[in-house]
């Protein structure tokens, strides 16, 4: 059975009637360019065969009602009166209602059914396939003329508000805008992007899931954010043109570095660096140099763990194991930081013993069962099936 199948039987199983429309959410990974999004910086993401389906119909009522089946969850919401409540995952869906109500959509209750093969909190962006996913719902369900930017935006403020996460835009516009066998570049400035060509030779994607994911996590977010704000303060006072990190070379950065406090000023060199290493990044992608690659994604690595101090324990043992690994180009940890997922370039014919080993390895020490998926870059978050009833 297919992950549609199943979520469209669950949907009459518990709703006990037929589902309009099924949308499928994507996942992302990001190549390189961690932590530069809030910065206006570049990121490297692709939407990832790792979904959430929604299987959705009409309820002819003033509330929905959605089943979260991973987690064998309900929950229930007033169209009249949308509140947060304590299920983390209902708000990220509740949020995004909310946020077309605030558009002037005028939405009619529905039943949703929700589940898939996408882990949660490992740093794939489940949380955004959910937001992007239901505003992909709303839109179709309601034929609001909506664009896919303006979905991915729309998610964004509604992390924003009502999630409270001051997240940068990476996350819901790589999974809405993915393309299959392409990276998006993106200027996260300017929201124009373009396709690099998702080619990697002899070398395949392989993340690796630490399965733990530490509570730091969004406290130390919003400190990264506002730690970058200040060295963006502090430097505009020299040159007034600058507006994020963004236009902060790394000669600008050295010259005042004195006028900087210390933790301010290694935020801020990596964020800089990071920018450059994400150019030199697309170069080797274009010229299939998958070793380079590779070596920035290490570098980048080494800039998280020590400058913007947002790996862990877990994700450095994965990450030097993979890259004194033979055949593995590069490894990082992936994402907002903390736990999650390493994301590595791993040679095909290594790709399977690179697997056993290193699951191997961190059980050993950490007592902890990883898991790791070969992941490929697909088309973003869509409906896949209009189902019975629509159009
Ligand atoms: C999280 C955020 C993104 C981005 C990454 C770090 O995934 O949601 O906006 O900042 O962390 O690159």
């Known amino acids: 059975m297919t992950l549609e199948e199943r979520i469209s039987d669950t949907f009459v199983g518990k709703f006990g009637r037929e589902s309009e429309l099924i ?12 932590h530069t999004d809030y910065n206006e910086g570049f990121v490297l993401p692709a939407a990832i065969d790792k979904y959430i389906y929604f299987a959705v119909a009409k309820n002819g009522r003033r509330i929905c009602r959605f089943w979260a089946d991973d987690i064998e969850e309900s ?21 995004i209602l909310q946020q077309f109500q605030k558009l002037g959509v005028s939405l009619e209750g529905f039943d949703v059914a929700f589940g898939g093969n996408l882990p949660i909190g490992s740093g794939m962006s489940s949380s955004a396939a959910m937001e992007v996913g239901m505003a992909s719902v709303v839109k179709a369900l309601f034929s609001v003329d909506i664009g896919k930017k303006e979905i991915a935006l ?12 001051p997240c940068g835009i990476m996350d819901q516009f790589a999974s809405i805008m993915g393309q299959k066998d392409q990276v998006i570049r993106l200027d ?16 395949r994607v392989v993340m690796i899931n630490s399965k733990v994911s530490h509570s730091l996590a969004s406290s130390e977010y919003g400190t990264r954010v506002k730690e970058c704000r200040a060295g963006v303060d502090i430097l505009r006072q020299y040159y007034p043109g600058i507006v994020s990190l963004r236009d902060v070379s790394l000669q600008q950065l050295e010259q005042h570095r004195a006028d900087l406090p210390d933790v301010v000023y290694k935020r801020c060199h990596y964020v800089v660096a990071e920018n450059d290493r994400l150019l030199r990044a697309c170069d080797a992608l274009e010229e299939e140099d998958i070793e380079l690659l590779g070596t920035l994604l290490n570098q980048t690595h080494e800039g998280l763990r020590d400058e913007y101090e947002v790996s862990a ?12 690994y033979g055949g593995v180009a590069g490894s990082r940890i992936m994402g907002g930081g903390f736990g999650g997922c390493s994301i590595n ?47």
């Open 23 to 34: 949308v499928r959410a994507s996942g992302r990974i990001n190549i390189i360019g961690e």
């Open 75 to 95: 929950a229930e919401l007033d169209l009249d009166n949308i509140q947060s409540g304590d299920q983390l995952w209902a708000n990220y869906l509740f949020g």
């Open 154 to 165: 729309l998610a964004q403020r509604s992390s924003h508000q009502f999630i409270g996460v």
């Open 188 to 203: 996260c400035r300017t929201l124009s992007h373009d396709y690099i060509p998702f080619h990697l030779g002899d070398y």
């Open 313 to 324: 324990p877990e994700l450095d043992f994965l990450v030097d194991f993979a890259q004194t």
């Open 345 to 391: 370039l791993v040679r095909k014919d290594r790709v399977d013993a690179f697997i056993a080993d290193i699951i191997d390895a961190y059980r050993n020490a950490f007592n902890v069962e990883g898991e790791a998926y070969k992941v490929a870059a697909v088309d973003g978050t869509r409906p896949v099936s209009p189902g019975v009833g629509i159009g």
